[in-house]
């Protein structure tokens, strides 16, 4: 249709020059006005399957017909007599065959000079008066659904003309639709995409913002933004003129940038809005982040409340949906607080945000919103020529979108205990220097306060440890030949030395009836455990060590003085020991309910730990842990953290074992590489596994492990899952990315759970289990996580999602005796 009104209008020319309208002229149905260098043509036009007419304006050049602009949008000519002129008093105007005023340029002109309409190149239609070519009127500041490049889009502060795409109501008909895409002045301006009256979508604050125009530029187009008294508006430009393009709202609420494609004939996306679930205004709420988008994951729940908030609604978040968003937890004024920065993110709604001074720096920034209390977020951002601005928000913070592209980095008003949380360097949130200070000054104080507690009794038993230590060398001679004093003593040294006892040999081969078979608890890489009861009817448990400890019984005795010196409830305690010629042996209290995996991954005995109990015991586990890592003065790295080495006493508290023999087997050093890989298959990290380096997160990897086995009641190194290869955690991993992560939950648990708890059990499992050790958290953060409703970073993928092949076992460690059954791997014999 369009190519055969250009052959028509090319056949019928006017008089005067293609593009321009003179009072004398007048444009019907068939005829057009063509710009002078053939872009743009105005004229009559049915859409689609349309039978009315509308004088619109389209491309010439694109075969497609692609109209830009509608007069009588709302007002259709029913047949084909629509007439364009311009009338006595300037204006233009269009009537039908019934004389009809269906649009006119309610223009007041002054002066007689007449007026001509001229249609330009750049797709304008100009109302100018006379020969002083005054702009009396343009189509650009009247837009239907499309910006053109050039076109100024938002808010004439002056005049207070306000320009704003306006969808078309289907593709056969250009009346006004129902979505607007129009610039927000307040705040720091944002453009918004509104169905009706509800604010659809949301670009970004402008970065680029300031007082004089400054133009941002793209690869292929710039854009110019300006704000100031009297105008707040945007544009953009082709970098190439050559190239066709346009932005659009189609009648479905899409937001298009859209280029012509002269190959193929067709228009090409080039950008479009709104495309994912995040995209959604405050599809989150407010006080809430979206994302990272996983679009092929239709389960995923894409909401997580920003630190120190908490769900609003936590019935609707727990059935995903989370447009309540979240509120604070506590009040935050008045408590020592600080900022956590979130990485990635669309900055949020900036309606209600305010730009500082300019040129502050970031701490300037953090200070001005530090000291008024209805600040809850900034940004410092350099802008290029411009030094750094500070933008803060006061009150809601809206729409917050995190994913890959964007480059904001919001910092997060908190207060002290949300601090100490996510300065744990976790995926996307950072803190600042500073507030690792006030993190360590207001929350960990207290956990250094106990360790203090601790220390201080140290130094007061230290003059006591020396004599010991004296006495101890002093004794070994009677060790050697033990048969002398201590015969017929159990309990040696016990009133002067309470840490520690040391045991006759002759007693405890009594008490486990000579190492009985049937008084075997257990098998270890480093021994076999023994129940046994002294005389005094007190119930205890031998470890009867490997030989070749590589020590003399010097440095033995000195590692289980130390050891022993480790006493936490979370900690099985070690009673005293034994030397004799070849023979170590390490006494401790005896469990009742023998360890973790007795229950867990039995059918049977699995029931009778509900879900409130094995929360306790992972929390009890984790507490254990962080005094063996940072509380106690050891700093002991456990090095086989495993469901079996984790014991359960009369009342089912977890009690973790076998802490400190790496230590008493010299492998002591700290954060370093050792020759020899102790460890069980199933538990090891890989950086471990593989590269023999050990540290505090290695034995966070355990934890995951244990976690997820806890929550699962499955091994991660069994072979539950016949079908594939995938370990445990490569199975949590792969039902966590679909959204299912509560399918592994132990199926006898099923009626005790707490939903929310598990799958926060889970996350931080997963948090722990990642490849890197880096980005595993410490134990402190994950008692934190455990203990708090925090948000919890998102996990990125674990490391041994796969089970190795069984026939390759072995190869993993030079030297090392590798057993797949649950064994500890040592390069030490087992007897
Ligand atoms: C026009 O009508 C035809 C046949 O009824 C239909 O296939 C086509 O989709 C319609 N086009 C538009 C734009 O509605
Ligand atoms: C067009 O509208 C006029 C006025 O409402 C009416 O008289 C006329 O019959 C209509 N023509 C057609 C073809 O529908
Ligand atoms: C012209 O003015 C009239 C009355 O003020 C108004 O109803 C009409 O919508 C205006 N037309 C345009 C195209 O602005
Ligand atoms: C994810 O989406 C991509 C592209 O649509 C597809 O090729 C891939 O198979 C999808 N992956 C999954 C796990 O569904
Ligand atoms: C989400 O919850 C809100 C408030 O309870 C409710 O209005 C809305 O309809 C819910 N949305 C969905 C998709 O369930
Ligand atoms: C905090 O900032 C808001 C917004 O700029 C302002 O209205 C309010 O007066 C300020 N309050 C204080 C105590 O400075």
New binding site residues.
Partial sequence: MVMSLILIILFFPFCTSLDTLTPDQSIKDGQSLISKENNFALGFFSPGNSSYQYLGIWYVKVTKQTVVWVANRNNPI??SSGVLSINQFGNLVLHDS?N?LLWSTNVSIQGTTSSVAQLQDSGNLVLFQGNNKLVLWQSFDCPTDTLLPGMRLGLNRITGLDRFLTSWKSKDDPGTGDYFHKMNPTGSPQIFLYKGSTLYWRSGPWPWQTSSPAAIVSLDFKYDFVNNEDEVSYAYFANDPSIISRVVVDNSGLLQKLVWNDGDLQWKEFWSAPKYRCDKYAQCGAFSKCGPESPNNSNWFECACLPGYEPKSPRDWSLRNGSEGCVRKESMCGNEEGFVMMKRLKGPDSSNAAWMDMSMSSSECEQACLSNCSCTAFISMNIDGMGTRCLAWYGELMDLVENTYEMWDLNVRVDATELATYTSKSEGFLGHKRQVAIAISTVVVPLFLVSFIAYMCLMKKRKTKRTLKRKLQNQSLNFIGFKGSLEGNELEDSSRHPDLSIFNLSCLVTATGNFSPTNKLGQGGFGSVFKGQLSNGQQIAVKRLSKNSGQGIEEFKNEVVLIAKLQHRNLVKLLGCCIQEEERMLIYEYMPNKSLDSFIFDHTRSSLLNWRKRFEIIIGIARGILYLHQDSRLRIIHRDLKTSNVLLDGEMNPKISDFGIARIFKGDQIQDKTTRVVGTYGYMSPEYAIFEKFSTKSDVFSFGVILLEIVSGKKNNGSYHKQDSLTLIGHVWELWREGRALDIVDSSINDSFVYHEVVRCIQIGLLCVQEDAMDRPTMLAVLLMLSCETTLPSPKQPAFIFRRPTNDLGSITGGGVYSINDVTITEFEAR
């Fill in positions: 029913n047949d019934y009809r």
